[in-house]
C-alpha cells in the first residue's frame, strides 16, 4: 500500500551513526523504507547540504539518489553541481555525473564527465581545470584522470595539456598543486631562461616542510653551457619571540667558461645567517629582568661576487658590492640602564684590500644611562661608555675605550617664548696596541694614548606658530656656540697630534686609528619651516649652517638644506643640498621629483656628490665625482594593462648601468607580462680589480592564477 504525504513543509529525520540525516521538503511521498521529494528539496548531513529537482533516499541503505539541478555544498570547501548524483551515506562513497565543482578556497573549477568519490578521495574521468570564468576561460588544463584530497586539499592530475584560450601551449605527463595554503613539501615552480653564453637554464625547487616551526627550500640548477650547482634555505621560528634563517650555496663552473672570462674562481660557494630574538635572556637564561633584551644577527661570507650572481637566473634582483658587512647586536635594556654588545665584520670582494689588514670591530661594549632630569626638568644628565676592539689578523690591533657625559641646564624666558640651555660634556678616550707590526712597520711608531676634552656650548631656541585660512606656518629657528674647552694629550694621541687629524698630512698607517680631531670654537644657526595644511604637513624646510674658529683663523662649515615638498596630492619633491664655502661649489645634492594620481607614476631622482679623498700616490687630497641619474614610470592603462619601465644611468661614468621596458596583463585568474631589461652586473677575474659583464635579458611570466606561474628568460651577455 503506498501511502502520500502532503503538507505545507514535510521533513524526514533519521541517524546514522549519530548524526542526524534530515530530508525537508514541500511535497513528497514514501513507501516502506523509500522516500521521494520532488518539490525544492534538501537533504542536510553533517557539513553537507544536498539539494536537487527530486531527491530520493533509502532509510534501510543510507543511499540518496539526486536528479536535476543536482548541488551539493561542504561548508568552507566546495560546491559541487551535477545532473545525477548517487550518495552511500554508510559507506561514504559518491558518484556524480557529469561532474563541476568550485573550491571555495581558491575559486579554482573542475570538470569531469564523472567522478566517484569515497571518503575524502574523488577521482575524475576525463575533463578540465582553471581558475577563470567556465563559460569562456582564458586559460585551461585539459587531463585525461585527476583526484583530489579533500582531506589534504591537494589535487593532482595526469596528461595536462595548457590551453590559452583554445591553442595548446604546454604538455605535463603530471602535475599537482594544493587547493588551499597549506604549508606542505614538495616541487614549487620551476624557473626556465636561454643564455647566448650560459645555454639553457634550469631550477627547480623543492620545498620541505616537515613541522610547523622550520622548512627548507633546496633549488638545484644547471646553466648547460656554464655549470651547475645548487642553494639552500633553512628557515625557521625556535620560540615566540625569535626567528631565524640559514642560506648555503655552491656553483661549480665549467672550465670552458672560466677560460673565456679570466674568472678568478672556478666554484663559488658561501653562506648567510639572519636571526632576531625579541627576549634572549629571559627565554635563553631564564632571567626574569625587568626592561627587554634582544638580539640581531645578519652575517654573510662568500668566495666572490659570483655567489650573489647566480642565485637565481634574474641577476637583476641581486645586489651585489664589493663589500659584505655583517654584525651581530645584542642588547639589554631598563627603564634608566641600556647594554649593548656589536660585533661589526667588513669582507672585501674584490683583491684590492686585502682580508688580512682589513680592521674589524670584535666587538664594541656599550653602556648607556639615559636622560634624568634634576631641580624641576632643569638639569638633564645623561651618559655614555664604549670598549672597542679593532681587531685583524695581520698588523697592529688596538682597544679604545670612550667616556662620555653631556650635563644640560635649561629654562624658558619671556613667557615660554625664549628656550635657553647650556651644555657642559666632558669625554675622554684611552687606546691601547697589541699584535706583531706588518712588514716594514716599526712598532715603536704605536704607544698607548689618552685623550680628554670638556666642551661648553649655549643654545638659544623658539617655536612660532602662524595660523592663516587655508594653513598654519611653523618656524623654530636656533642658534648655538660650542666653546672647544680644555683638551688634555699624552703618548699616541700627543705623538700624532697635528699630522693624522684634518689639520695634518697624512701620517701613514699609525692613523689608521686616529680618529681625533683639532678642536675649534663652533657657531651652528639653524632654521626648520613647517607649513600644514587641512591637518597635514604639506612641507617641510630645514636649513643650518656652521662656522667653526680656531686659533689662527675662522671658515665656514658646509650650508646644508633639506626640503620635502608635496606641491600637490599627486606632485611631490624632496631636496638635499650641501654648500662648500671653501672649494665655492656643491659638494652634494639629491632631487627627486615623484608624480602619482593612481593612473600614472613616474619619478625622476638625481644624486650628486663631490668630494675629496686622499691619494696617497700624489700625497694629497683629490676631488672624487659622482653622478648618477634614476628615472621610473608606469601608465595603467586599463584595469587589465599596465605599462612601465625604469633606466639608471651613471653619468660620470657615461655609463647606462640599468634599462627597462615592459608591460604586465593581468586578469582575476591569469597575467602575463612581457619585460626586456638591460643591466651591468659585477664579475671577479683574474685581472686587476673586479669587472662587469652586461646583461640583456628578455622575460617572460605568465602565472595561472590560484594555481601559480613561471618565469622565462632569455639573456643575452656581452663582455665590457
Not at 523504507?33 to 536537487?52: E, F, K
Not at 700616490?617 to 619601465?645: C, E, H, M
Request: overall charge negative; charged content about 20%; hydrophobic content about 30%.
Amino acid at each position: 500500500m503506498r501511502n502520500y504525504l502532503i503538507l505545507g513543509v514535510a521533513s524526514v529525520t533519521a541517524l546514522i551513526g549519530g548524526d542526524r540525516v534530515e530530508l525537508i521538503s514541500t511535497n513528497m511521498d514514501a513507501n516502506g523504507s523509500l522516500v521521494h521529494a520532488h518539490t525544492s528539496p534538501v537533504i542536510v548531513y553533517q557539513d553537507q547540504i544536498l539539494s536537487a529537482d527530486e531527491l530520493t533516499y533509502d532509510r534501510n541503505t543510507s543511499i540518496i539518489e539526486a536528479k536535476g539541478e543536482v548541488n551539493l555544498f561542504k561548508a568552507g570547501q566546495y560546491h559541487v553541481v551535477s545532473e545525477y548524483s548517487r550518495l552511500n551515506l554508510e559507506s561514504d562513497t559518491r558518484y556524480s555525473k557529469p561532474y563541476y565543482m568550485i573550491d571555495q578556497s581558491s575559486n579554482a573549477w573542475m570538470s569531469s564527465d564523472e567522478a566517484n568519490g569515497c571518503q575524502n578521495k574523488i577521482d575524475l574521468a576525463s575533463g578540465m581545470v582553471s581558475g577563470c570564468n567556465s563559460t569562456d576561460p582564458l586559460w585551461k588544463i585539459h587531463f585525461s584522470s585527476a583526484d583530489y584530497d579533500t582531506e589534504s586539499m591537494w589535487v593532482n592530475i595526469y596528461n595536462a595539456r595548457l590551453y590559452i584560450q583554445d591553442v595548446p601551449v604546454m604538455y605535463f605527463p603530471y602535475f599537482g598543486y594544493p587547493t588551499d595554503h597549506t604549508r606542505r613539501s614538495g616541487l614549487l615552480m620551476p624557473s626556465f631562461g636561454l643564455s647566448n653564453v650560459e645555454g639553457v637554464y634550469y631550477e627547480q625547487p623543492i620545498y620541505f616542510a616537515p613541522s610547523n616551526w622550520w622548512d627548507a627550500e633546496f633549488r638545484p640548477q644547471i646553466r648547460t653551457s656554464r655549470g651547475s650547482g645548487m642553494y639552500a634555505d633553512f628557515r625557521f621560528v625556535d620560540t615566540a619571540s625569535s626567528k631565524g634563517s640559514i642560506r648555503l650555496g655552491y656553483f661549480k663552473e665549467q672550465s670552458d667558461y672560466v677560460s673565456h672570462y679570466n674568472l678568478a674562481n672556478d666554484q663559488h660557494y658561501g653562506y648567510g645567517v639572519k636571526y632576531q630574538h625579541s627576549a634572549i635572556l629571559k627565554e635563553w637564561f631564564n632571567l626574569d629582568l625587568e626592561g627587554e633584551s634582544g638580539l640581531y644577527v645578519n652575517g654573510s661570507w662568500m668566495n666572490d661576487v659570483d655567489y650573489l650572481n647566480l642565485q637565481q637566473s634574474n641577476e637583476t634582483k641581486n645586489v651585489t658590492s664589493n663589500q659584505i658587512f655583517s654584525r651581530i647586536n645584542g642588547y639589554y635594556s631598563s627603564e634608566d640602564n641600556y647594554a649593548g654588545a656589536y660585533f661589526k665584520h667588513y669582507q672585501y670582494l674584490d683583491e684590492a684590500v686585502a682580508y688580512s689588514q682589513t680592521i674589524q670591530t670584535l666587538p664594541t661594549l656599550h653602556y648607556h644611562r639615559y636622560l634624568e632630569n634634576f631641580l624641576g626638568d632643569h638639569l638633564l644628565l645623561s651618559g655614555d661608555a664604549t670598549a672597542s676592539n679593532f681587531y685583524r689578523p695581520d698588523g697592529m690591533r688596538a682597544v679604545q675605550g670612550d667616556v662620555n657625559i653631556p650635563m644640560t641646564l635649561q629654562t624658558s624666558l619671556f613667557d615660554d617664548y625664549l628656550d635657553v640651555s647650556y651644555t657642559a660634556n666632558g669625554s675622554a678616550r684611552a687606546i691601547g696596541f697589541y699584535g706583531s707590526p706588518r712588514v716594514g712597520e716599526d712598532e715603536s711608531l704605536y704607544s698607548a694614548g689618552y685623550y680628554a676634552q670638556l666642551d661648553h656650548t649655549v643654545s638659544l631656541g623658539t617655536t612660532l606658530v602662524k595660523p592663516y585660512e587655508t594653513f598654519t606656518h611653523v618656524i623654530t629657528p636656533n642658534i648655538s656656540y660650542t666653546r672647544a674647552g680644555s683638551r688634555y694629550y699624552s703618548g699616541y694621541y700627543e705623538k700624532y697630534r697635528g699630522s693624522c687629524d684634518s689639520t695634518g698630512d697624512y701620517a701613514g698607517y699609525p692613523c689608521e686609528f686616529y680618529t681625533l680631531n683639532e678642536p675649534s670654537d663652533t657657531l651652528a644657526l639653524g632654521v626648520n619651516n613647517y607649513l600644514f595644511e587641512d591637518g597635514k604637513q604639506s612641507l617641510v624646510d630645514r636649513l643650518s649652517q656652521t662656522f667653526r674658529y680656531d686659533d689662527t683663523r675662522s671658515y665656514y662649515g658646509e650650508l646644508q638644506n633639506e626640503l620635502e615638498w608635496q606641491i600637490t596630492s599627486a606632485i611631490s619633491l624632496y631636496n638635499q643640498t650641501s654648500y662648500n664655502h671653501d672649494r665655492n661649489r656643491i659638494t652634494k645634492e639629491q632631487n627627486t621629483l615623484r608624480y602619482n594620481d593612481g593612473i600614472v607614476t613616474a619619478g625622476v631622482n638625481h644624486y650628486y656628490t663631490d668630494t675629496l679623498l686622499y691619494d696617497s700616490t700624489l700625497q694629497k687630497s683629490v676631488p672624487v665625482y659622482s653622478s648618477y641619474w634614476t628615472a621610473d614610470a608606469a601608465y595603467q592603462y586599463n584595469r587589465y594593462y599596465r605599462i612601465f619601465g625604469q633606466i639608471a644611468y651613471d653619468y660620470q661614468k657615461d655609463l647606462l648601468k640599468r634599462s627597462e621596458i615592459g608591460f604586465l596583463y593581468t586578469q582575476r585568474c591569469f597575467d602575463f607580462g612581457l619585460r626586456f631589461v638591460q643591466n651591468i652586473r659585477p664579475i671577479l677575474t683574474n685581472g686587476t680589480g673586479s669587472d662587469s659583464v652586461d646583461d640583456s635579458y628578455l622575460f617572460i611570466t605568465v602565472i595561472l592564477k590560484p594555481l601559480g606561474g613561471s618565469e622565462f628568460n632569455y639573456k643575452l651577455t656581452n663582455g665590457q
